[in-house]
């Protein structure tokens, strides 16, 4: 029997200086009601409200992955858009094309040339490996400065003969740029505390879109035949249960298993994958009420660009200021279980 990857506690690890110095967001300007998907998805209505929780959320209509992402990191830097980092990740889940990289061709919409660009994929969780690349490399002295940018388009994948997934799922993108941190007098110095991802592959068919890759190239799609092979499919309940098994000792293992450990966690942000899981997992591991942070509502599951949107949402929201403790978690295709708890 497998073994759990053991995460040590954040007391017992070394952390990694890294503030995050700007956010930023994009959605596309069409809205698409609860209303609008019962009639996508051939649904009574009140279908989808009542099934995901989920009132609005955002389509593309001509919008890109590049041209979404390019306007998320203008809104983080605001001003200073000329102001390149020293490195780009893109850690979306749905990439613009197979190849270049999304991160290529980010860069190209903001005018930057020479940078390097390269793209984490881990569907949902991707901007929690992405965090930790950027800490490990500005430890490392490698770059000082790193723009960090989800940007996802599910509306082009969704299978409406599936409505329990399909209602869930919403476009959109976030950026962070991270840099070294320093030392001031006001605050503790900001960092990722502690850090971790879990694969358990005996879920890796419970969310999935079969074709598309090498193992069945877009060459083989057949209209009329094979489409589904061609959208995207989730086994909610499945996941639901592999999560409910694992999330304890997962949680335990970046901030412990006393009984007053979200005393020391100011906000809580999860991936918005879906809001009836999440309040089902918060009172198991009892994450208190007040500290969850949830933007699903309005937002949809904008899959990797979840976690990086809800943490710009607590920061613009005051929910999340200088010198607090938040913690990032949630759950991906794989099956992954991942989480980073950041002082900010």
Not at 18 to 36: C, N, S, W
Request: aromatic share 6%; net charge negative.
């Amino acid at each position: 029997m497998p073994q759990p990857v053991s995460i040590h506690p954040a007391s017992l690890r070394p952390e990694l200086p890294l503030r995050i110095e700007q956010t930023g967001k994009f959605l596309p300007a069409r809205v698409v009601t609860a209303d609008e998907v019962d009639i996508l998805a051939n649904r009574p209505g009140g279908w989808t409200l009542r099934h995901t929780g989920v009132l609005e959320r955002r389509f593309v209509t001509g919008e890109t992955s590049a041209f979404m992402g390019a306007a998320a990191l203008q809104d983080a830097l605001g001003q200073a858009s000329n102001r390149r980092p020293d490195l780009l990740i893109s850690a979306g889940g749905t990439p613009h094309q197979p190849i270049p990289c999304t991160a290529s061709l980010i860069a190209r919409e903001m005018g930057w040339f020479g940078l390097p660009c390269f793209d984490v994929n881990a569907t949902c969780l991707g901007f929690i490996p992405a965090l930790e690349i950027a800490a490990s490399f500005m430890a490392a002295g490698k770059y000082e400065r790193i723009a960090i940018v989800c940007s996802e388009i599910a509306s082009k994948g969704l299978n409406w003969a599936q409505p329990e997934a399909a209602g869930l799922m919403g476009d959109g993108a976030a950026a962070v740029v991270v840099t070294a941190a320093n030392q001031d007098d006001l605050h503790p110095t900001p960092a990722l505390l502690a850090s971790g991802l879990e694969t358990w592959p005996e879920g890796a068919s419970l969310t999935e879109i079969r074709g598309g890759g090498t193992a069945l190239p877009a060459t083989r799609y057949l209209a009329g035949e094979n489409e589904a092979d061609f959208l995207f499919h989730m086994d909610g309940p499945g996941v639901f249960r592999l999560a409910a098994e694992r999330i304890e000792a997962f949680v335990a293992g970046l901030i412990g298993d006393a009984p007053d450990r979200w005393e020391g966690v100011d906000l809580v942000i999860p991936h918005q994958g879906s809001l009836l899981a999440m309040r089902h997992l918060r009172q198991r591991i009892g994450i208190p009420t007040e500290k969850l942070i949830e933007i699903a509502h309005d937002h949809g599951n904008m899959i990797a660009a979840s976690l990086p949107a809800a943490l710009h949402e607590a920061i613009q929201q005051g929910r999340l200021r200088r010198g607090q403790t938040t913690l990032l978690l949630g759950t991906s295709a794989g099956f992954s279980l991942g989480g980073a708890l950041l002082r900010f």
